[in-house]
């Protein structure tokens, strides 16, 4: 069965301060993985989509990178407009279906 | 990507009614997903609903409780049958994009029985 667990829970950082959220996955044929934001009482934003490991993709202070178990999705010197849950998801091969994680609650203090 | 509306945005039923909520897209689309997202949980999804065909229902949901309808490629609607609490959740439609597998989401329908 393919599955998506994110760590951490929840994070707070100070404003500035990067870090790293992480997606650890098991899929029978990756087709794609996804990251997307989610903010209260919103559907999820897309971000990125990665395909294939040592793929790597940035959108302004986010980069999502890669590899055959995980993905990381770093946040470079964040703003309290950074704030939100950010959710994980793939896809197998030969399917449509989105299996999505728990998501990681990031809060940015100013 | 695709720009999708989604009504009502938020409703509070009773137990044992019904609720129908319809989502729009802006363009033309093969497929149309529903989730539920349940309180303090992540995405799950109900089905996958083509246009022209029956909707092809996830492990755990059943049709006589979500039936879908799809009458045309820009349109769908989800209806939630014989409400219990237990069916408290968001309910989000989304699409894929066009020429790749990156799904879109409308802004959710928050459901509330009582």
């Known amino acids: 069965e393919d599955q998506v667990t994110q760590s951490p829970e929840a994070l707070r950082l100070q404003e500035g301060e990067s870090s790293s959220l992480n997606c650890s996955y098991t899929v029978s044929g990756l087709r794609g993985l996804f990251w997307y934001r989610q903010d209260p009482g919103k559907g999820p934003e897309f971000l990125f989509t990665l395909y294939s490991a040592g793929e790597e993709k940035e959108k302004e202070r986010l980069k999502a990178t890669l590899t055959k178990k995980e993905s990381f999705l770093h946040i470079t010197a964040p703003k309290p407009e950074d704030s939100a849950t950010y959710l994980c998801a793939v896809q197998a091969a030969g399917a449509q279906k989105l299996v999505f994680g728990q998501g990681t609650r990031l809060t940015i203090n100013p | 990507s695709a720009v999708i509306s989604q009504k009502p945005s938020r409703d509070i039923c009773q137990r044992g009614t019904s609720l129908t909520i319809q989502c729009q897209v802006d363009?033309?689309?093969?497929?149309m997903f529903w989730y539920r997202q349940q309180p303090g949980q992540s995405l799950t999804l109900i089905a996958t609903a083509n246009q022209g065909s029956e909707a092809t229902y996830e492990s755990g949901f059943v049709i006589d409780k979500f039936p879908i309808s799809r009458p045309n490629l820009t349109f769908s609607t989800l209806t939630v049958s014989n409400m219990s609490p237990e069916d408290s959740s968001i309910y989000l439609c989304?699409?894929?994009?066009?020429?790749?597998?990156?799904?879109?989401f409308g802004p959710g329908t928050r459901l509330t029985v009582t």
């Open positions: 363009s033309q689309v093969t497929m």
């Open positions: 989304s699409v894929e994009g066009p020429g790749s597998y990156e799904q879109y």
